[in-house]
Structures are given as C-alpha cells and as structure tokens.
C-alpha cells in the first residue's frame, strides 16, 4: 500500500512558477513508476507527465513540454513537477499517481491515487 500527499498548489499569475511535491509513505515507492494527472472543471483528467522508478525516463504531455519538469528523489521518497510559465489554461486539481508501469508513450494505469492539489492561474 503508498499513501501520496500532494502539496505546493496556489493562486498565482500567469508567467509565474509553481512546484508541486508528492510525498509517499511505505518502503516501495522506489519500485514505482509515478504520474503528475491534472483535471479542470469539466474535463476529464489527463496525464501530465510520468517518471520511471529510477528517474532515468520521463514523459510529457505536448501541452506541458518544455514548461514542466517531473523528478523524483527516492531515498526521501518524494516526486516534484516544476510548473514555470504557467498559463490560465493549466488551471486545475493536480493528482499524484503510482502508475503500474512507465510507458515512453504516456499513459499508464494507475495503481495508487493522491487526493490532489489546486492550481488556479490567473491572466
């Protein structure tokens, strides 16, 4: 079983960065590939970015790439998403996610879920 706990959401303009953490408890978060997924009101959730176990493979959503930085540190068992240049549009809750496996490709399901953060952009 991991528990994830997301922190770092906020109010902020548009242009501005953010970084969100994930923090897991349990002894297998290092065997976990893990996921950033945001959903805005009234869209389904999507992913944003994925890590494999070891950090040496990542993953982003065209609409993040170049903007956003997944990484992990496991020996203190927690995952980051750098947010710069934020844009209203990445208004959403942000979830954390242990994912089954890493995939170059994108998604993955997802094994375990965190209950979110919000991140609201403002123009």
């Known amino acids: 079983q991991v528990q994830l706990v997301e922190s770092g959401g906020g109010l902020v303009q548009a242009g501005d960065s953010l970084r969100l953490s994930c923090a897991a408890s349990g002894r297998t978060f290092s065997s976990y590939a893990m996921g950033w997924f945001r959903q805005a009101p009234g869209k389904e959730r999507e992913l944003v970015a994925s890590i494999s176990w070891s950090g040496g493979s990542t993953y982003y959503a065209d609409s993040v790439k170049g903007r956003f930085t997944i990484s992990r540190d496991n020996a203190k068992n927690t995952m980051f998403l750098q947010m710069n240049s934020l844009k209203p549009e990445d208004t959403a809750d942000y979830y954390c996610?242990?994912?089954?496996?890493?995939?170059?490709?994108?998604?993955?399901?997802?094994?375990?879920w965190g209950k979110g953060t919000l991140v609201t952009v403002s123009s």
């Open positions: 996610a242990a994912l089954n496996y890493y995939t170059d490709y994108g998604p993955a399901p997802v094994r375990y």
